[in-house]
């Protein structure tokens, strides 16, 4: 069951979609504005049929869901690195989150662009290393293997309905 709020001249309906693996309830959001020439019946109903549209899409599970990079890449690498990575690719996997988390992390993954990806590589491209063992750039291996590693988690989230699109494939 949908639950509305009025809020100032917009109303914020809200459905629970169930909860999360730590037991916290999941709840999604959305905000509807009514036309101005709307009289109040009109709007009454039209927020009703708004509520319902969108609980139906939660129950469908076609709404996005912000889920930030940093949570879900934590959870691939759970779910599917450590069992499908070979144990070296996988701690590699683990150095290079540093920079993608620093990068990308606090990002909702529904909101990373492929401008933010490009971004990413390009302040790789150019910027000093952060280990203390070399200096010099990153080589272009190493840029790829952290958009592989991106990628790699996108893909994840495409098959688990978080995300339609891999802003990785878009560059």
Same mark, same amino acid.
């Given at each position: 069951?949908?639950?509305?709020?009025?809020?100032?001249? +917009?109303?914020?309906?809200?459905?629970?979609?169930?909860?999360? !693996?730590?037991?916290?309830? !999941?709840?999604?959001?959305?905000?509807?504005?009514?036309?101005? #020439?709307?009289?109040? +019946?009109?709007?009454?109903?039209?927020?009703?049929?708004?509520?319902?549209?969108?609980?139906?899409?939660?129950?469908?599970?076609?709404?996005?869901?912000? !889920?930030?990079?940093?949570?879900?890449?934590?959870?691939?690498?759970?779910? !599917?690195?450590?069992?499908?990575?070979?144990?070296?690719?996988?701690? #590699?996997?683990?150095?290079?989150?540093?920079?993608?988390?620093?990068? #990308?992390? *606090?990002? *909702?993954?529904?909101?990373?662009?492929?401008?933010?990806?490009?971004?990413?590589?390009?302040?790789? +491209?150019?910027?000093?290393?952060?280990?203390?063992?070399?200096?010099?750039?990153?080589?272009?291996?190493?840029?790829?293997? *952290?958009?592989?590693?991106?990628?790699?988690?996108?893909? *994840?989230?495409?098959?688990?309905?978080?995300?339609?699109? #891999?802003?990785?494939?878009?560059?």
């Amino acid at each position: 069951m949908a639950n509305i709020r009025k809020i100032g001249k +917009s109303y914020k309906i809200t459905v629970s979609t169930g909860y999360d !693996v730590r037991g916290k309830q !999941v709840r999604q959001y959305k905000t509807y504005k009514p036309e101005p #020439n709307m009289t109040e +019946s009109q709007i009454k109903k039209e927020v009703q049929r708004q509520a319902v549209l969108f609980e139906e899409s939660c129950k469908q599970g076609q709404t996005n869901k912000a !889920v930030k990079f940093e949570g879900f890449a934590e959870e691939w690498f759970i779910s !599917v690195a450590a069992l499908k990575l070979k144990e070296r690719t996988l701690a #590699n996997y683990r150095n290079y989150t540093k920079r993608v988390y620093k990068a #990308n992390g *606090h990002l *909702h993954m529904n909101k990373i662009t492929p401008r933010d990806i490009q971004r990413f590589v390009l302040e790789m +491209s150019v910027g000093e290393r952060a280990d203390r063992y070399k200096t010099g750039k990153l080589s272009a291996k190493t840029i790829k293997n *952290h958009v592989d590693l991106i990628s790699g988690i996108y893909e *994840h989230a495409i098959k688990m309905g978080v995300v339609s699109v #891999n802003p990785e494939c878009v560059i």
